[in-house]
């Protein structure tokens, strides 16, 4: 950001799309703490930060786009105590809801990168998938550059509020992974026990 301004925040955040551990509660507030500080423009902060979004969220609808249903369906098959019915479902559902699903998935620490595989697999018209993802991005994003720019010096304090947020979707995610999998190991047990019946 030093160097390349609200180009390089731009940067920053598509990277943190690709690569979710760089996080993008630390970069924003940074960058509107740096705006705030006359270093850049606020609103080519807002800017660059979104179409960095979208780019990001563009090459992650690239690879679902390119690894298509058949891939996927193959994957499943192969992967311990998932159903292809898993899969089927999961596209039904996102078939129903994908729109909200992308809208709203831009504003949920973790899923904000992951939620663009899916629509890419599912071909989620690019235009709808672009727009959607372009308005998450911007509330997003505005909400913490302006956290930052409005904190100032403190911009830090973002950070360890939003990483309770973060520990909070893990801990639910870690929480429905451990009940699929206790759902499917029982199935697989009562699937055993009636066979030898």
Known sequence: ???????????????????????????????????????????????????GSVVGALALYGVGALLGRERTLAIAAKL????ISDIEKTEAWFQRHGRKTVFFGRMIPIFRSLISVPAGVERMPLLSFTLLTTAGSLIWNTIFVMAGYLLGENWELVETYVGVGTNVVIAIVVLAVVVFVGVRLAERRKGRHGSRR
């Open 80 to 83: 311990p105590l998932v159903k």
């Open 1 to 51: 950001m030093e160097s390349l301004g609200a180009l390089g925040a731009g940067i920053a955040i598509a990277l943190e799309n690709l690569f979710p551990p760089l996080p993008s509660e630390v970069i924003l507030p940074l960058a509107g703490f740096t705006a705030s500080k006359g270093s850049m423009d606020l609103l080519d902060v807002l800017i660059f930060t979104t179409l």
